[in-house]
């Protein structure tokens, strides 16, 4: 380029300089260089701190990260296996899928709540607000244990969870409870649902996940059966896949129950029983079985009764809601928590009572034209009337308990003009004396303690005096005197053994011979209404005398009890034998029955006989072999 030669834009730069009187300077290379050095050293710190935590904080950041995708899951417990006598399985328990929702993980994910709730709906049908209410309830309490979403899930339903890619769902291995013959042994046995809140807030140690027992033995050996927990690993990657999964420890089940009831027994009884409601039209009953030399409970069933697998199985929620709103009452368990006038099956105690309080010897008769009259204060040319059920004419104790004469135990408790009745509170003493008034201590849940009434009772209710014609009513198992099943037979069981009340039990696994009351000195006493039951059964007029045939000697007590202002009737047998050698006592009721008595002695008739055949007969045979 020639000297004069100017570039455009050095011209330019030069009149711009020119305008704004700025001279041209050297610019120096400092400023770069302090740059260059400081990204330099910067970039140097960064590599060197990725190297280092590379080289000596790898591992330690590698397990950080995992623990970051590692969830810890609890494993419900099966629960003890229930078994009858003999070892037979009455409840235990089956392996199920179990779809679960980690809570910490639910809200820990803000971003994927929307999608786990969705799929909850879509493959579960359980609505958004349904979780999110028992979400908000374990916040509220401080807790944030797992949710059950649906139990005993299908496999397919597993694999869509599964690729789902939602971490805080997942499926659990779990257990529901399985019963064996359910509707003949859901009375005793009960059942189990899943835990509530309110279980969860009594019991920190249970989880979501835990069956709870709800009823019978399940309820009341609850502390027992229950199992010991496990521990499930589970790895899932970025996008909530499952990489791996291990058990971090396995649940272990809860310990074996052994029952004394007789699993067969209880099956024959089921089965008579059945039939025998059915054929008079009738569904509601009981029938109670026991052992009276130890107190052991042989069969014991409510009837109408229940399949107590739909209470484990959640596909048959119409069938629990039908159950549990019955008007039947059919989880009631009336065996010990129903009261009963003990109608006529009383007067052998009353009688026990009369002999020990000199109201009378055994052999004195009283004359029963079929009724009784009691003078009337208000209008003395109609005395108050109390019937007999029928004529009975002249009857000491024995005949008076094998024909049930209610003018003889009228007589002995409320007095005549020739006798001198024992009188309310001499006789309460007496119910109390046999067990009447307090619980038996069967181990099953809900036991009732019954009802003694007394004039001190009457007045403070009624602001009425007790009459001789409230004893005339109780001295016969009527008015306001009122039992629970269980007492009855067990008071039984006392009278048959001659004289040791004993606590009646179920669980042979926690349970033994226990004497509550020492009757023996009683003896005398005792054996007189013994032979007065023997003669129910020997006396072409005893109540039982369609026992009378039967390969063995028995001893038994009817009664029939007017309910619902004497326009219905219960019916009840209790007898026992062999007589001389009491082995079983067998109780049967039937509510609203037809025909009295005549409704419960033939399924009396047909316990005693099963049983005699299928577990007495061969060990007496042995006996008198042995004797001879």
Not at 178 to 192: H, I, K, M, R
Not at 259 to 279: N, P
């Amino acid at each position: 380029m020639k000297r004069g030669d100017v570039s455009f834009e050095e011209a330019i730069s030069d009149e711009w300089a020119g305008d704004l009187q700025i001279a041209e300077v050297k610019i120096s290379k400092t400023p770069f260089l302090v740059a260059f050095a400081f990204a330099f050293f910067a970039v140097a710190s960064i590599l060197a701190r990725v190297a280092y935590l590379q080289l000596y904080k790898g591992d330690y950041f590698f397990g950080r990260s995992r623990l970051n995708l590692v969830q810890l899951s609890y494993v419900a417990p099966p629960r003890g296996q229930i078994q009858d006598r003999f070892g037979y399985v009455l409840a235990d328990n089956k392996v199920i899928r179990t779809a679960m929702l980690d809570t910490r993980t639910f809200l820990r994910e803000k971003n994927k709540r929307q999608a786990a709730l969705t799929v909850i709906k879509e493959v579960f049908g359980v609505e958004e607000r349904e979780v999110m209410s028992q979400i908000e309830e374990k916040i509220s309490k401080g807790v944030a244990d797992p949710i059950v979403i649906s139990q005993d899930i299908s496999k397919e339903k597993a694999e869509v969870l599964g690729r789902s890619g939602i971490s805080s769902l997942y499926v659990s291995d779990a257990y529901k409870r399985n019963y064996y013959a359910g509707e003949e042994f859901s009375s005793l046995v009960g059942y189990t649902s899943l835990s509530n809140p309110q279980d969860l807030e009594a019991d920190p140690s249970l989880s979501s996940s835990d069956d709870v027992g709800r009823a019978g033995i399940e309820k009341y050996y609850e502390w027992f059966l229950r199992g010991t927990p496990g521990e499930t690993i589970r790895v899932r990657d970025a996008q909530g896949r499952v990489l791996e999964e291990h058990k971090r420890s396995n649940p272990k089940e809860g310990p074996t129950i052994k029952l004394s009831i007789d699993g067969e027994f209880q099956r024959f009884a089921h089965r008579v029983m059945k039939d025998q409601l059915a054929s008079l039209g009738r569904n509601q009953g009981i029938v109670i079985a026991m052992d009276p030399r130890n107190g052991e409970i042989l069969a014991y069933e409510n009837f109408p009764t229940y399949d107590n697998n739909i209470f484990a199985d959640a596909v048959r929620s119409k069938e629990r809601m039908s159950v549990i709103t019955s008007p039947e009452r059919l989880l009631f368990n009336k065996g010990v928590s129903g009261l009963y006038n003990p109608a006529s099956t009383i007067k052998p105690m009353v009688g026990i009572a009369a002999l020990a309080e000199k109201v009378i010897d055994p052999y004195r008769s009283i004359f029963s034209p079929g009724y009784i009259d009691i003078p009337n204060p208000y209008n003395p040319d109609k005395p108050t009337r109390y019937l007999d059920w029928r004529y009975q004419g002249y009857v000491d104790l024995s005949e008076a308990i094998a024909k049930s004469s209610d003018v003889y135990f009228y007589a002995v408790v409320g007095g005549t003009p020739e006798i001198k009745g024992m009188g309310i509170t001499k006789l309460k003493t007496w119910w109390q004396k046999f067990g009447f008034g307090s619980i038996t201590g069967i181990d099953l849940p809900g036991e009732e303690k019954g009802f003694l009434p007394d004039p001190s009772w009457k007045e403070r209710v009624f602001k009425r005096a007790w009459t001789i014609g409230d004893s005339y009513n109780v001295s016969i198992g009527q008015g306001d005197f009122l039992v629970t099943p269980m007492q009855l037979i067990n008071h039984m069981a006392a009278i048959a053994n001659g004289g040791s009340l004993l606590k009646p039990f179920l669980s042979l696994t926690h349970g033994a011979k226990e004497v509550v009351s020492d009757l023996g000195g009683l003896a005398k006493e005792i054996r007189e209404s013994q032979i007065g039951m023997r003669e129910a059964v020997t006396s072409v007029e005893g109540t039982a005398y369609r026992l009378h045939d039967l390969p063995f000697d028995a001893a038994a007590k009817t009664g029939t009890a007017q309910t619902k202002n004497k326009t219905q009737e219960n019916s009840f047998f209790i007898g026992y034998a062999p007589y001389n050698n009491p082995q079983v006592l067998v109780m049967v009721i039937v509510e609203n029955a037809k025909t009295g008595a005549l409704n419960t002695v033939p399924v009396g008739r047909e316990l005693l006989s099963w049983y005699w055949e299928n577990r007495i007969k061969d060990s007496e045979g042995d006996k008198e072999t042995s004797a001879r």
